[in-house]
T-cell receptor, first 118, second 116 residues
């Protein structure tokens, strides 16, 4: 079974600073996907960024980037120039590659509560 | 395109009762997954439905069940409610295609269930 661990329950930074959220996972699979989801206080879960395990290049989406270390099974999220709207719970998630209709599920970490202070 | 909708948004029930939650996926999506979110256990996968068939099931007792209708709308039912069933229940929809990639899951706003 796969497990995802987020070792930082809470983090707090000042606006405009850079912050890195940590995530490690355990799997024996070779083909999988990793995600960071954001859950603002309004509770709607939003996909922030994704990484395919077969891609060596780290994914980037505007101010969000990841550091994917496959051998170390590490997948950290870096938020540059943090903004007040980045305040949310952030969840790291794992999905095993399964080429079957409707049979893909997400395994989540416990989450990191990130607060951006003005 | 409308997003994933869940009804009701809030529910209060007492121990021993049963409850039914509803999820309407994004138009064209045929897969609906359900997750339970609690402060202690985090987000845990309940089950997934595709074309009215349960394809995947998490490690929850039989009191938790679900179904999917021909229009892809899904319901989950919890019978004989326990205090520990208090949680935010999220559903997510995706295309559910058999592809050499992932099917992005889009989440609804959740239903907050409180069991007294």
């Amino acid at each position: 079974a796969q497990t995802v661990t987020q070792s930082q329950p809470e983090m707090s930074v000042q606006e405009a600073e850079t912050v890195t959220l940590s995530c490690t996972y355990d799997t024996s699979e070779n083909n999988y996907y990793l995600f960071w989801y954001k859950q603002p206080p309004s509770r709607q879960m939003i996909l922030v960024i994704r990484q395919e395990a077969y891609k060596q290049q780290n994914a980037t989406e505007n101010r969000f980037s990841v550091n994917f270390q496959k051998a170390a099974k590490s997948f950290s999220l870096k938020i540059s120039d943090s903004q007040l709207g980045d305040t949310a719970m952030y969840f790291c998630a794992f999905m095993k590659h399964v080429r079957i209709q409707g049979a893909q599920k997400l395994v989540f970490g416990q989450g990191t509560r990130l607060t951006i202070n003005p | 395109k409308a997003g994933v909708t869940q009804t009701p948004r809030y529910l209060i029930k007492t121990r021993g009762q049963q409850v039914t939650l509803s999820c309407s996926p994004i138009s064209g999506h045929r897969s609906v997954s359900w997750y339970q979110q609690t402060p202690g256990q985090g987000l845990q996968f309940l089950f997934e439905y595709f074309s009215e068939t349960q394809r995947n099931k998490g490690n929850f007792p039989g009191r938790f069940s679900g179904r999917q209708f021909s229009n892809s709308r899904s319901e989950m039912n919890v019978s004989t409610l326990e205090l520990g069933d208090s949680a935010l229940y999220l559903c997510a929809s995706s295309l559910g295609l058999a592809i050499d990639s992932y099917n992005e899951q889009f989440f609804g706003p959740g239903t907050r269930l409180t069991v007294l």
